[in-house]
């Protein structure tokens, strides 16, 4: 029996087990996947993370990139270096995921690859989880298996609401030089952003506010004949993203949820890598806590998640409300100002926080929209 069994090997389950073992605990991730997939994903980094692991991330960083461009439909062009000490990392998620595991596994963790998790059952004093072959038992459980994973529903958690989103990938020399680019003006109720790799793009778009859009796949490739990418070998792939929608319970019975299962994703930028991070980091040391006598630990990650995570997403959601709403507006009065770019890295890289600039922005906007 294991102290802790984590579902699911992306970024969040990584981190949880790389934590866990590092504390000494036992530690079992269980996936379905045979190996490590690309994922629907761009694949971008912020630096931030860096502090939270014992271990380099270069030999996984694709590029590294300081400058941003902005448009509003493929015009009004803004070009942004940013001022952050370290550039945006850009990565490959099957690189990134694997080097989690293998720091994970280094540490004492075992991975287990190709095994379905079939159901969960609570024991007395362990869990039960049920697979296409033997049973696996833990005295804790991790649900880190995605947006449309079956842990929260198995533990009768609220689950976060999903959102479809689409990635397309493009294998093209411009990439080695090019620029992050965030494109406005396309897509209703969201953007489309677009990561250079060192030998080709990934380039995704979603949306944040009202109904789903069928048309995403379409778009992006719109997208990449007007920016002039190449035709040949293009991937398009479609997923759910689970924006953080509010304050939930994410812990049960000797049990928690991290990553998008947990509904970790920005709602405002949709970044979901840090935040799934964070929460494995988060969720491990409750878990360690709990395995040490804490019985109030699992709640205080419920809790901690909410005044560190949450808070700081409900105004990030206050945000996404005015800036997709009016898009227009919101280009000319904010996204094409230089100082908004640097303020966005700057909470993407941890050096501010949503709650200390969402006041000023809104009055912005709302000043824009007044004078519209």
């Given at each position: 029996?294991?102290?802790?069994?984590?579902?699911?090997?992306?970024?969040?389950?990584?981190?949880?087990?790389?934590?866990?073992?590092?504390?000494?605990?036992?530690?079992?991730?269980?996936?379905?996947?045979?190996?490590?997939?690309?994922?629907?994903c761009a694949g971008g980094v912020s630096p931030a993370i860096a502090p939270w692991f014992e271990f380099d991330f270069s030999p996984v960083i694709s590029r590294k990139v300081k400058t941003v461009?902005?448009?509003?439909?493929?015009?009004?062009?803004?070009?942004?270096?940013?001022?952050?000490?370290?550039?945006?990392?850009?990565?490959?998620?099957?690189?990134?995921?694997?080097?989690?595991?293998?720091?994970?596994?280094?540490?004492?963790?075992?991975?287990?690859?190709?095994?379905?998790?079939?159901?969960?059952?609570?024991?007395?004093?362990?869990?039960?989880?049920?697979?296409?072959?033997?049973?696996?038992?833990?005295?804790?459980?991790?649900?880190?298996?995605?947006?449309?994973g079956p842990v929260a529903p198995w533990l009768k958690l609220k689950t976060p609401k999903t959102r479809l989103a689409a990635t397309l990938e493009v294998s093209s020399p411009q990439a080695e030089?090019?620029?992050?680019?965030?494109?406005?003006?396309?897509?209703?109720?969201?953007?489309?952003?677009?990561?250079?790799?060192?030998?080709?793009?990934?380039?995704?778009?979603?949306?944040?506010?009202?109904?789903?859009?069928?048309?995403?796949?379409?778009?992006?490739?719109?997208?990449?004949?007007?920016?002039?990418?190449?035709?040949?070998?293009?991937?398009?792939?479609?997923?759910?993203?689970?924006?953080?929608?509010?304050?939930?319970?994410?812990?049960?019975?000797?049990?928690?949820?991290?990553?998008?299962?947990?509904?970790?994703?920005?709602?405002?930028?949709?970044?979901?890598?840090?935040?799934?991070?964070?929460?494995?980091?988060?969720?491990?040391?409750?878990?360690?806590?709990?395995?040490?006598?804490?019985?109030?630990?699992?709640?205080?990650?419920?809790?901690?998640?909410?005044?560190?995570?949450?808070?700081?997403?409900?105004?990030?959601?206050?945000?996404?409300?005015?800036?997709?709403?009016?898009?227009?507006?919101?280009?000319?009065?904010?996204?094409?100002?230089?100082?908004?770019?640097?303020?966005?890295?700057?909470?993407?890289?941890?050096?501010?926080?949503?709650s200390q600039v969402a006041n000023r922005a809104l009055r912005r906007l709302s000043g824009g929209m007044m004078g519209g």
């Amino acid at each position: 029996m294991f102290d802790c069994v984590i579902i699911g090997a992306g970024p969040a389950g990584g981190a949880a087990a790389y934590h866990l073992a590092k504390r000494g605990r036992s530690v079992l991730v269980l996936d379905q996947q045979p190996q490590p997939r690309q994922g629907v994903c761009a694949g971008g980094v912020s630096p931030a993370i860096a502090p939270w692991f014992e271990f380099d991330f270069s030999p996984v960083i694709s590029r590294k990139v300081k400058t941003v461009r902005y448009t509003w439909k493929y015009e009004e062009p803004v070009l942004v270096e940013l001022e952050t000490a370290e550039p945006m990392w850009m990565v490959r998620r099957d690189a990134f995921d694997q080097l989690l595991l293998d720091e994970a596994a280094g540490q004492g963790a075992t991975v287990e690859r190709g095994v379905e998790v079939t159901g969960i059952t609570w024991k007395g004093d362990r869990w039960q989880i049920e697979t296409n072959g033997d049973p696996r038992f833990g005295r804790y459980l991790i649900g880190a298996d995605g947006a449309n994973g079956p842990v929260a529903p198995w533990l009768k958690l609220k689950t976060p609401k999903t959102r479809l989103a689409a990635t397309l990938e493009v294998s093209s020399p411009q990439a080695e030089s090019a620029p992050i680019d965030f494109a406005f003006g396309q897509v209703k109720n969201g953007f489309i952003w677009q990561f250079p790799k060192a030998d080709g793009f990934s380039i995704s778009t979603s949306t944040f506010l009202g109904g789903d859009n069928k048309k995403l796949p379409k778009l992006l490739q719109e997208y990449a004949d007007t920016v002039g990418l190449p035709q040949g070998d293009r991937r398009v792939q479609e997923s759910s993203i689970a924006l953080w929608d509010g304050d939930r319970p994410l812990h049960s019975q000797n049990a928690l949820l991290i990553g998008e299962g947990a509904g970790f994703v920005d709602p405002l930028t949709a970044e979901g890598i840090r935040p799934c991070l964070y929460s494995g980091m988060t969720g491990a040391e409750a878990i360690d806590k709990a395995l040490a006598g804490d019985i109030n630990a699992l709640e205080g990650y419920s809790q901690t998640v909410q005044e560190v995570w949450g808070a700081d997403m409900a105004w990030a959601a206050r945000l996404a409300a005015a800036l997709y709403r009016f898009p227009g507006i919101a280009y000319k009065v904010a996204i094409k100002q230089p100082i908004a770019t640097q303020i966005m890295l700057k909470i993407l890289c941890g050096e501010l926080r949503y709650s200390q600039v969402a006041n000023r922005a809104l009055r912005r906007l709302s000043g824009g929209m007044m004078g519209g």
